[in-house]
Structure formats: C-alpha cells, structure tokens
C-alpha cells in the first residue's frame, strides 16, 4: 500500500521557507514579520493535521479494520506508533505537545500562542520530516 506524503512535504517546506523569511523581519511591528508568523502558524497546523492523517492510514493495516484506526483520536493514533515500533516514545510525547499547542491556538490566535508555537518549529519540523520518512519506508517493507 503506498501511502502519498507529497503533500505533507510541500506543507513542510512552505513552514520552513515561512520561518526563514520571518527571521528576516524580526524588527518589532514589522508587517511582514507578522505576515510571516501568521504563514508559519498556518502551516504549521497543515503539517500537524496531514501527520495525524497519514499515520492513520500507516497504522490501518495493525488493525482489524480500517474503521478501527478511523476512531481513534489524534493523541492515540501517535500511542499506536509508537506500540507498534513506528516512532519512539520521546518523539511521541513530542507530537501530543504539539497536539496540545495546536489546541491552544485554535481557541486563541494572540500574539502569545503564536509565539509559543514558533518555538517549537524546529523540532517540529524535523519530527514532521522523520514521520514522512518512516510513512515512505513502509512502502518498501
């Protein structure tokens, strides 16, 4: 079964390209800094959705039936990963904070979440690189 990360790619470096282009404009009320953080917190929920996508259908065939794996919750589908050797445990408590800052912004998109949300971009991105790469190699075994 060959599962298409083309698109979580492209979200993935559109937030990286997101986040270099701000570090240009960090001056304070700069627009285009705020443009920037806006594009960065946009993509970043992109990447964060497409994963927890992706890994459903990566986990489907460890269950009875695909609707099993469709009930289950963004933090469980990570749970299963790791139960079943896909991601480690450290990566996984990872992706729930990043699950947990997702649910912080959804309900506030002041300054304050958007800023905590940069912070957590860099390991962010390469976690979001290392599930592409392990949905990609399922597709070799």
Known sequence: MSIDTTFLRRCIR?????????????AAGDVLYDICRAACVKEFELVLEQSGKLLKKRLA?????????????????????AKHGLIDSEAVERWLQYRD?????????????????????????????????????????
């Open 61 to 81: 065939p460890f269950f009875a039936s695909n609707r099993q794996a469709d009930r289950l919750a963004f933090k469980d589908l990570f749970r299963h990963g």
């Open 14 to 26: 559109t937030l990286e390209l997101a986040l270099e282009e701000m570090g240009k404009h960090e």
């Open 101 to 141: 800052n997702r649910n912080d912004t959804a309900h506030d998109y002041g300054e304050d979440f958007a800023e905590a949300t940069l912070r957590l971009l860099p390991a962010f991105i390469a976690d979001a690189k290392a599930l592409a790469d392990m949905i990609e190699a399922a597709d070799d075994g």
